[in-house]
């Protein structure tokens, strides 16, 4: 999952602060003692998922067959899920994971009736399906129905979609909500292979993360199937009115009719990122690379569901300057998908890897100025997130029993991780840590991983080069950033620091020479205002550079942060941020206005608008604003 790499992305309530400078060598936190060493780490075979009640270790599903009805009048999936089982340990039960599903009924092999319970709800991971099997059962079939607390499912009526016409579903898993429209054992330390048949109204289109059609049927009966195996979050469904559109011939775009031409423009280079990254780590191993772009309310920047990547519209800048988004989102091909953390605990797996990888690939596709904006901008998010969580939580190794997974979705998965495996290349060598990527991807390939098995994997095949010099265990065991952390710089940014100067010290815009910027030249600018920045100068840059009107949503979320701290507050800036945020579900985006609004006395401001915009949000992003604003108040 991108976040285009910041902590509110993961809805983590970060206050506002000034932005410091750039550099990795500082610790950001006094106690760096490594808490916990390999040795009394427990094996992959044996680690529990804190996170499902499942008991996949003794009896396993290893394909799903779903058969569902999509009602959008009654906005409920209905149907059953037939789990092909292996009963490992000779056991009596299976449990899956459920949450505000309704079981109608379950039975065994060839439709004979067997006892089931539900036990006890818990808040945070539903209900245990209890499904008693006999020692030879093969399969076992749940039918089901979602209810109206369904939190994967999203249901948009036809004003939230940009034709307008019809309506639009979609689905998010991760972390643990794929539970919620599916009977699963809903675990990322299980792989299953899945195939579906799906009915939708006959004017739609259904499309999953599995083989798709490329147009659309006269009956609105559809078949996918998932024939890799994968973990249960990346199963994933979204109907609507989508047409698609070929880029190469193993990638292309799905989208509404109103955005499939502008959506094929931005995304054109997908083809040849799919190609670069097989030159760096190895052959693409899910046949096809596909995007669908949905509608504004997707709460995420991407979602990485196998051959089929969930992206939002936010990234359509007309400039095809975000799609560094695409990249993360298709490196996920290899890391998460391909090689994936057994629990979320081992999160930073996921995600270290692939922003690392996903800027190599960008690296080749354009250079390494290029990489060095995303890695300074990335490691401004992380020094926000250092200064904002607590120390425990600065760990690449999480400890989240007991609490929602979301709660490591934050930029130390995503950036500490990043510069880990940075700090890794620039000791070893860019040559040999790349053949080791390039073993690491093939000899776990659609395998499960715990830190540990990695951080074994890798004494065991780099002990050769000093790897025990390279406080590996304070990396991932301990708080803050160790102090052989990369530095990096970016030449492009100087510039707009320079730029920046001649603004303050002469008032005059014209000094500031920004035709050939790119998105992320704007968003450094932005976050590099001065704190006494005067209501004049903000009016100054905002009428020479349109800064309040500006399309690019990653540009104009900045701008109005920045506006809302500076107290420039205009009838234009509260009209356009009130637009922007009813329309606009990103995560990434609402956590960090909703959060100025409030730091600086504006919580009436910022409730008015959320009371418009609530509905138009999904549940992952309504969850983490209803906290920060005490919804209580406003319903």
């Known amino acids: 999952m991108s976040k285009l790499k910041n902590v509110f992305e993961a809805g983590y309530l970060v206050a506002l602060v000034v932005f410091i400078a750039v550099g990795c060598g500082e610790n950001q936190q ?22 499902s009640f499942s008991n996949f270790q003794e009896v396993a599903s290893n394909h799903i067959h779903l058969d569902l009805t999509v009602d959008f009048d009654k906005k409920q999936l209905k149907g059953y899920a037939r789990h092909s089982i292996d009963n490992i340990k000779n056991s009596d039960s299976i449990v899956f994971d459920t949450k505000n599903l309704t079981i109608l009924n379950v039975f065994l092999d060839d439709r004979r ?80 292979t899945y195939s579906a048949n799906v009915q939708v109204p006959e004017h739609l289109m259904a499309v999953m993360s599995a083989s798709n059609p490329t147009e659309r049927t006269s009956n609105g009966r559809y078949e996918f199937e998932m024939k890799q195996p994968i973990p249960s979050y990346l199963i994933a469904l979204a109907v609507g009115d989508l047409e698609f559109q070929e880029i ?23 083809g040849k990122m799919v190609e670069l990254a097989e030159a760096l780590y190895g052959p693409y191993q899910w046949e096809r690379y596909d995007v669908i772009v949905l509608p504004p309310s997707f709460p995420f920047g991407g979602m990485e569901n196998p051959r089929l990547t969930f992206a939002t519209p936010t990234i359509i800048a007309g400039d095809r300057s975000l799609t560094a988004l695409i990249a993360h989102e298709l490196a996920h091909s290899w890391s998460g998908n391909l090689v994936t953390n057994a629990t979320w605990d081992d999160f930073w797996l996921n995600e270290g890897f692939t922003v690392y990888f996903e ?88 395998k499960t991983l715990t830190t540990e098995t990695f951080l074994n994997y890798l004494n065991e095949n780099l ?31 100087e510039n707009v620091e320079q730029a920046l100067a001649g603004f303050y010290d002469q008032s005059l815009t014209e000094a500031m020479k920004t035709s050939n910027w790119s998105t992320h030249e704007w968003l450094h600018m932005i976050r590099n205002l001065r704190k006494n920045t005067t209501q004049e100068q903000m009016n100054q840059l905002d009428q020479k550079f349109k800064l309040t009107e500006v399309g690019n949503c990653e540009i104009a979320a900045a701008w109005f942060e920045k506006a809302i701290e500076h107290g420039y507050l205009t009838p234009s800036v509260e009209e356009n941020l009130e637009k922007f945020l009813v329309k606009v579900g990103r995560r990434k985006f609402l956590m960090p206005l909703y959060t100025v609004l409030k730091s600086t006395n504006n919580v009436e401001l910022a409730r008015g608008i959320y009371s418009k915009a609530r509905s138009n949000y999904h549940f992952v992003s309504i969850r983490s604003v209803d906290e920060l604003l005490d919804v209580r108040l406003i319903e």
């Open 248 to 270: 190469d011939h193993r990638t292309g775009v799905y989208a509404e009719p109103q955005m499939l031409e502008s959506c094929a423009y931005e995304l054109a280079e997908m």
């Open 113 to 192: 009736p067997t006892q089931f319970s539900l036990r006890e709800e818990d808040e945070l991971l539903g209900k245990a399906l209890v499904v008693k099997i006999e020692g030879n059962t093969k399969s076992v079939t749940i039918e089901y129905e979602t209810g109206a607390e369904t939190e994967a499912l999203q249901w948009l009526d036809p004003v939230q979609t940009a034709g307008g016409k019809h309506p639009y579903l979609f689905t998010q898993g991760q972390a643990i909500l794929t539970r919620s429209w599916v009977p699963c054992q809903d675990s990322p330390g299980l792989r299953i």
């Open 359 to 446: 800027r190599r690939i960008m690296e080749d596709l354009y250079d390494k100025d290029y990489v060095d904006m995303l890695a300074v901008l990335g490691r401004q998010d992380l020094t926000k997130s250092l200064e904002a969580l607590d120390p425990k939580d600065t760990f690449l190794k999480l400890r989240l029993k007991g609490r929602n997974p979301d709660d490591g979705m934050t930029d130390i998965a995503y950036e500490k991780g990043y510069f880990f495996l940075r700090m890794l290349e620039e000791n070893i060598g860019r040559e040999k840590f790349d053949a080791f990527l390039l073993a690491y991807f093939d000899e776990h390939k659609f």
């Open 30 to 51: 006094n106690d760096k003692k490594t808490e916990t060493t390999l040795e009394e780490k427990s094996s992959d075979k044996m680690v529990r998922d804190v996170h």
């Open 463 to 493: 002990a050769d080069v000093g790897i025990d010099q390279l406080n590996v265990n304070e990396w991932i065991y301990a708080a803050g950033i160790p102090d052989n952390c990369p530095e990096v710089k970016s030449v492009n940014f």
